[in-house]
């Protein structure tokens, strides 16, 4: 079947005239240009959950300084909860930056250095029937102290490692959230069902051993970086369940109780630190070195 010359038609007739002379790929959609003026909202929830953070670490100073431990110790509960999640969000969502990194770290100072100090020192340090007088405040402010230097060195090593990289395994000392929550098991145990008040001497002895444990060098276990065998997936489930009940019952002492296993668990860190390193020594050894494998 032939075509007569009137009837065929050349592809520049069948397009559109583009009076401008640049004519777009039909297929290709064009872009939205974007807003200098405006972020997308996945980039403020992790700030958002670090200002929440600090927020409820000045409501527990407010609370402390009012004498209501429950309220005031709430409050660091929650600050530990939105601490947990800010860094997993920023990972998850890949927002991680360093302004996000020393917010965090003022907020941990806050809820975790200072609300503790301001709750043991108004519960129980600086009362004036203990008789500790100024050492009390001594020693409150050693403990605030200790948690600042333990959070600068944390920011100066974050910054010389790859921004939103893997999460180690185990961290040098107890960490802040970790030391500023296991603080407060006497004034937990006090309100708990026990009712059990540790002595004064007790509480300030406790109080410096977690202060100098926070700037020690001693490997404690990172939950961050676990990995659980999948046959321990459903132990782990009934364990998590057990949690829940246990702070239905009785908050104060399962809070306090949790807070004591992470902080026997210190010689099961460094055990599992040092047969890790014994492991990469001769691996990371170079050749030719005292420290590299040789052949027999």
């Given at each position: 079947m032939s075509i007569s010359a009137g009837d065929q038609q050349s592809p520049a007739t069948t397009r559109q005239d583009d009076p401008v002379g640049n004519q777009r790929p039909s297929g290709r959609k064009r872009r939205k240009p974007i807003d200098p003026e405006s972020i997308p909202m996945r980039k403020l929830i992790p700030n958002l959950l670090t200002t929440g953070a600090l927020c409820s670490g000045m409501a527990a100073v407010?609370?402390?300084?009012?004498?209501?431990?429950?309220?005031?110790?709430?409050?660091?509960?929650?600050?530990?909860?939105?601490?947990?999640?800010?860094?997993?969000?920023?990972?998850?969502?890949?927002?991680?930056?360093?302004?996000?990194?020393?917010?965090?770290?003022?907020?941990?100072?806050?809820?975790?250095?200072?609300?503790?100090?301001?709750?043991?020192?108004?519960?129980q340090l600086g009362k004036p029937e203990h008789s500790l007088g100024v050492v009390g405040l001594v020693i409150a402010v050693m403990f605030t102290l200790c948690a600042a230097i333990r959070l600068a060195r944390f920011t100066i090593q974050?910054?010389?490692?790859?921004?939103?990289?893997?999460?180690g395994k185990f961290f040098q000392g107890c960490p802040a959230p970790a030391a500023g929550s296991a603080v407060l098991i006497p004034p937990m145990l006090a309100l708990s069902d026990l009712q059990y008040t540790l002595p004064?001497?007790?509480?300030?002895?406790?109080?410096?051993?977690?202060?100098?444990?926070?700037?020690?060098?001693?490997?404690?276990?990172?939950?961050?970086?676990?990995?659980?065998?999948?046959?321990?997936?459903?132990?782990?489930?009934?364990?998590?369940?057990?949690?829940?009940?246990?702070?239905?019952?009785?908050?104060?002492?399962?809070?306090?109780?949790?807070?004591?296993?992470?902080?026997l668990s210190f010689p099961l860190g460094v055990v599992l630190y040092r047969r890790r390193k014994s492991v990469e020594a001769p691996i990371a050894a170079p050749t030719g070195s005292p420290d590299a494998p040789t052949n027999p």
């Open positions: 407010l609370y402390a300084s009012q004498n209501e431990f429950g309220k005031a110790m709430t409050c660091v509960a929650i600050s530990f909860v939105l601490d947990a999640l800010d860094g997993r969000a920023a990972r998850f969502l890949r927002v991680t930056s360093r302004f996000g990194e020393v917010v965090d770290s003022i907020a941990d100072f806050t809820a975790f250095g200072v609300a503790p100090a301001f709750i043991l020192y108004h519960w974050a910054r010389k490692q790859k921004l939103g990289g893997p999460v004064v001497w007790g509480t300030a002895a406790f109080t410096v051993f977690l202060a100098l444990f926070m700037v020690s060098r001693v490997p404690m276990i990172s939950i961050k970086g676990l990995r659980i065998s999948r046959k321990l997936v459903v132990p782990l489930m009934l364990v998590a369940g057990a949690i829940v009940l246990g702070l239905l019952r009785d908050p104060w002492l399962t809070m306090s109780s949790l807070c004591m296993l992470y902080l």
